[in-house]
């Protein structure tokens, strides 16, 4: 994948092309991304070595048909039986890893679907990641809602019935601060009953705060578990640190965090590789914090604003499902979202396989929420959207396709005391 997914824009200064064409050219220009910035919390944790001693020696081209029956058999799935299900040996058994994989998802999630949606307040981003449509060289609208423009985009959520939400901003501390998002969560509890965020990686003690404010999970993307392809894709801005991106659930939960949910976008690197660290990341913190609700998902590149080519050619709908089973008959009781990034029939098919959560009503811009729930148009309210996504169901619509499917939707599994 080369760097250069965008074209430069006439809005960038001479300065900021030239710098731009630096970052992207010039290794030596861009800061290391192992070393943490000032004010980064370093904590002192072993599941980070634990996760890539195991991704650096997978190789799943060792794993034959005999391994991947072995795995299938095993009553309980080992890390080495997971790697063999991750392998090429494993696509001609998806059928059989399909049927247990939702023997699996029956036993402890019975016939249930979560859904949620996803709020955006803002997409200011101080970070140059080179496939992500808010980032800081791309020319889009900018907009950051007012706490007033929340509760109102709240309130039309609200009254549709959903009972959870995700919200979420570009990482930018500058135009997003941790009180400003502390605010939103505040407004959220009046509305919803479980609140998640997925923001930039702030300590433990901010996580805390927001935690005070409302907050139920985190959730953080590690995009790739590769750190020499992720210092080609994050070239500006503190994501860079790959690290201090790496801890963030770990400081959540330490901050009160009652959840945190882990993935990899799946075609920045080596998909299956990604694929075995992500779950191995929520595999070892899980034992570390048994207390903890942990969730995965594990999402493909999706075309951005300016940019059509972005496509997850690499990872076709076979292999996200083979992964989506191996997840499920690695970590049975751990939840598995899948979004709107994929196609209303992947989700309706995957949802009575492995997945437990899926997203309705979705818009990845700002301030979209009212035209989307209710038909009216406010174009002062509005900022472009992270990436273009493929289910656009309502949540009715959502709601009804789901009990259709002859699966339950939940709204809400959690009741405060």
Same mark, same amino acid.
């Given at each position: 994948?080369?760097?250069?997914?965008?074209?430069?824009? +006439?809005?960038?200064?001479?300065?900021?092309?030239?710098?731009?064409?630096?970052?992207?050219?010039?290794?030596?220009?861009?800061?290391?991304?192992?070393?943490?910035?000032?004010?980064?919390?370093?904590?002192?944790?072993?599941?980070?070595?634990?996760?890539?001693?195991?991704?650096?020696?997978?190789?799943?081209?060792?794993?034959?048909?005999?391994?991947?029956?072995?795995?299938?058999?095993?009553?309980?799935?080992? &890390?080495? #039986?997971?790697?063999?299900?991750?392998?090429?040996? %494993?696509?001609?058994?998806?059928?059989?890893?399909?049927?247990?994989?939702?023997?699996?998802?029956?036993?402890?999630?019975?016939?249930?679907?979560?859904?949620?949606?996803?709020?955006?307040?803002?997409?200011?981003?101080?970070?140059?990641?080179?496939?992500?449509?808010?980032?800081?060289?791309?020319?889009? @609208?900018?907009?950051?809602? =007012?706490? /007033?423009?929340?509760?109102?985009?709240?309130?039309?959520?609200? #009254?549709?019935?959903?009972?959870?939400?995700?919200?979420?901003?570009?990482?930018?501390?500058?135009?997003?601060?941790?009180?400003?998002?502390?605010?939103?969560?505040?407004?959220?509890?009046?509305?919803?009953?479980?609140?998640?965020?997925?923001?930039?990686?702030? @300590?433990?003690?901010?996580?805390?705060?927001?935690?005070?404010?409302?907050?139920?999970? &985190?959730?953080?993307?590690? /995009?790739?578990? #590769?750190?020499?392809?992720? +210092?080609?894709?994050?070239?500006?801005?503190?994501?860079?640190?790959?690290?201090?991106?790496?801890?963030?659930?770990?400081?959540?939960?330490?901050?009160?965090?009652?959840?945190?949910?882990?993935?990899?976008? $799946?075609?920045?690197?080596?998909?299956?590789?990604?694929?075995?660290? =992500? *779950?191995?990341?929520?595999?070892?913190?899980?034992?570390?914090?048994?207390?903890?609700?942990?969730?995965? =998902?594990?999402?493909? $590149?999706?075309?951005? &604003?300016?940019?059509?080519?972005?496509?997850?050619?690499?990872?076709?709908?076979?292999?996200?499902?083979?992964?989506?089973?191996?997840?499920?008959?690695?970590?049975?009781?751990?939840?598995?979202?899948?979004?709107?990034?994929?196609?209303?029939?992947?989700?309706?098919?995957?949802?009575?396989?492995? *997945?437990?959560?899926?997203?309705?009503? &979705?818009?990845?811009?700002?301030?979209?929420?009212?035209?989307?729930?209710?038909?009216?148009?406010?174009?002062?309210?509005?900022?472009?959207?992270?990436?273009?996504?493929?289910? @656009?169901?309502?949540?009715? %619509?959502?709601?009804?396709?789901?009990?259709?499917?002859?699966?339950?939707?939940? $709204? @809400?599994?959690?009741?405060?005391?």
């Amino acid at each position: 994948m080369e760097n250069q997914f965008f074209v430069d824009s +006439e809005h960038l200064s001479p300065e900021a092309l030239k710098k731009k064409h630096r970052l992207e050219t010039d290794p030596s220009s861009r800061k290391n991304h192992m070393e943490y910035l000032p004010g980064m919390e370093i904590i002192e944790s072993d599941v980070c070595g634990q996760v890539m001693s195991q991704m650096n020696s997978f190789d799943y081209s060792v794993y034959t048909a005999r391994d991947v029956r072995a795995a299938l058999d095993h009553e309980t799935c080992s &890390v080495e #039986d997971f790697k063999a299900l991750l392998s090429p040996a %494993a696509e001609p058994f998806l059928e059989e890893m399909a049927q247990k994989a939702r023997m699996e998802t029956g036993k402890h999630f019975g016939n249930t679907v979560y859904l949620f949606t996803p709020l955006y307040i803002a997409n200011y981003c101080e970070n140059y990641c080179v496939y992500c449509g808010f980032n800081c060289y791309n020319h889009i @609208n900018r907009m950051k809602l =007012s706490m /007033e423009q929340i509760e109102h985009e709240m309130k039309v959520i609200a #009254d549709s019935g959903m009972e959870e939400i995700l919200i979420l901003t570009g990482e930018s501390r500058g135009q997003s601060n941790v009180e400003y998002i502390g605010e939103a969560c505040k407004l959220a509890r009046k509305y919803f009953r479980m609140v998640g965020l997925e923001i930039y990686p702030v @300590n433990t003690d901010e996580y805390r705060y927001l935690h005070e404010c409302g907050a139920d999970y &985190v959730t953080v993307f590690q /995009e790739t578990y #590769d750190t020499d392809k992720y +210092e080609t894709l994050h070239l500006l801005g503190h994501k860079r640190v790959w690290p201090y991106r790496f801890d963030a659930q770990e400081r959540a939960l330490r901050g009160g965090m009652r959840g945190v949910a882990f993935s990899a976008l $799946l075609g920045l690197s080596d998909f299956r590789k990604d694929a075995l660290a =992500s *779950a191995l990341h929520v595999y070892y913190l899980q034992r570390k914090y048994p207390h903890a609700e942990m969730s995965l =998902s594990c999402p493909r $590149l999706r075309p951005i &604003v300016n940019n059509d080519k972005i496509n997850p050619l690499n990872v076709g709908e076979v292999q996200l499902c083979q992964i989506l089973c191996a997840y499920r008959i690695f970590l049975p009781f751990v939840g598995i979202t899948v979004s709107s990034r994929e196609s209303a029939e992947f989700r309706n098919g995957i949802v009575k396989i492995a *997945a437990t959560k899926v997203s309705a009503g &979705v818009s990845t811009g700002i301030g979209d929420h009212e035209s989307k729930y209710t038909g009216k148009e406010d174009d002062s309210v509005k900022g472009d959207e992270q990436f273009e996504i493929d289910d @656009n169901r309502s949540f009715d %619509a959502m709601y009804q396709d789901m009990s259709g499917e002859g699966l339950q939707p939940v $709204l @809400n599994d959690y009741v405060y005391v």
